[in-house]
């Protein structure tokens, strides 16, 4: 029996960082509205929020790798379904996961759901059709990517910039670290004693550099990558003794690839693998290797210069190629292209497919540690983007926004 006095939301989300979007936009609709129920798709941290879950995201991720999984993603579906009709939420929160949460979508309308998307599918890179498939369906798009708001506005869809979620990470992260009130709009609040309590905080040796590797968080990410960074931890040893290396696990990932991880802690005495932090490991960082996401994007945020790296299956990276229509895979990449003031043309180095080896990773890492100028001008850029959010607060935003949608 449904309480009608209660507010319903549903919030599906489909992978690890959508999942924790979900999650801080959880805690915020709980401190905004009373008598609030919220169940969804999403994993841990959705949980540890609140969110009754009706089912567990999927990792996978890619044409070859979805293919793998259709029986677990149709389960999914179905149990989103039964859910629609047996919770009858008053708000559907879609969160990126277009494939999935546009047949979603096209269900709750049915039911006669109100409808938010909140993370847009990279529509501006590949399949732009979508946009009018998803104005047809939905009340509201709240978009995480400046350049992304006027794109949903030109085809008269109800669309706001609301800043990134990871900003309400890092804030946590802050305040755990520096003490409450921290950030507090302030664009340069990466010092060095920032740098040395989250080396600390990580059982790291404060005064050493850190290097800091995140393989991703989807099984064939980690199965490409692996070996790769196996064979870069070696050699940074070898050519730069002080370093210690840092893996974060992504929070859903499954143990048998938590298990693939650990076993490089074989290699060298200073690796530390830790689950989740990983925006407390990247304001340690003094040079990061990341699995092209999310990740990059909080790498840039916290000003560390970074290599990006892309491997997927042979079939899927071809058809890619094929529909996908930008210059660059690494969103800090992406947004300095959209964004031409005061731009250096100093861009993240991305290496793709067979291009990840080795050979070009330690050219790329022996020139931020080498060279200075290139490391500041790195920098710099990283700071264009970090003001693109710095005075954002998404989930308090969007938590107002499905608060006003309800009462209306």
């Not at 005064?207 to 980690?222: A, D, F, V, Y």
């Not at 490409?224 to 050699?235: A, H, M, N, R, T």
């Not at 689950?275 to 040079?287: F, R, V």
């Amino acid at each position: 029996m449904l309480d009608n006095q209660l507010k319903r939301v549903m919030i599906v989300a489909g992978e690890s960082s959508g999942e924790l979007y979900g999650a801080y936009l959880a805690r915020e609709l709980k401190r905004k509205i009373a008598d609030i129920r919220i169940i969804g798709v999403g994993g841990e941290r959705m949980d540890s929020e609140g969110v009754e879950l009706i089912a567990r995201i999927s990792s996978l991720f890619g044409l070859v790798e979805a293919l793998k999984s259709y029986s677990q993603i149709k389960r999914t579906f179905q149990k989103v379904i039964e859910s629609l009709k047996s919770f009858n939420p008053q708000l559907l929160v879609l969160i990126d996961y277009p494939d999935f949460n546009i047949k979603v979508a096209k269900e709750a309308k049915r039911h006669g759901i109100k409808i938010l998307y909140y993370v847009s599918p990279q529509v501006w890179a590949w399949r732009k059709g979508r946009i009018k498939t998803i104005g047809r369906l939905i009340d509201e798009m709240a978009v995480i990517l400046p350049f992304e708001e006027e794109l949903y506005k030109s085809h008269n869809i109800p669309c706001e910039f609301v800043g990134h979620p990871i900003m309400d990470e890092l804030k946590d992260v802050l305040e755990q670290l520096m003490g409450k009130g921290y950030l507090n709009g302030k664009y340069d609040f990466l010092t060095d004693n920032l740098k040395s309590k989250a080396k600390e905080g990580l059982a790291l040796k404060p005064h050493k550099p850190l290097l800091t590797l995140m393989p991703g968080s989807r099984p064939h990410e980690i199965e490409k990558l692996l070996p790769v960074i196996s064979d870069v931890i070696i050699e940074v040893s070898k050519k730069y003794p002080d370093f210690q290396f840092l893996i974060p696990i992504a929070p859903n990932l499954q143990e048998k690839e938590v298990e693939k991880i650990k076993a490089l802690e074989y290699i060298n005495r200073d690796i530390t693998i830790v689950k989740g932090q990983s925006m407390k490991a990247l304001i340690a960082s003094d040079i990061a290797i990341i699995a092209s996401g999310t990740s990059a994007l909080q790498a840039a945020i916290v000003g560390v210069p970074m290599i990006v790296l892309y491997k997927l299956s042979f079939l899927t990276y071809i058809i890619g190629r094929l529909i996908v229509k930008v210059r660059h895979i690494s969103l800090p990449n992406i947004l300095l292209d959209k964004s031409r003031e005061n731009d250096s043309g100093v861009r993240i180095k991305e290496f793709l497919q067979k291009e990840v080896n080795k050979e070009n990773i330690m050219k790329e890492i022996d020139l931020i540690i080498n060279d200075r100028k290139y490391r500041d001008d790195i920098k710099r850029q990283l700071k264009k983007i970090r003001e693109m959010f710095i005075h954002k607060e998404a989930s308090s935003r969007v938590a107002g926004k499905i608060k006003s949608l309800l009462e209306s």
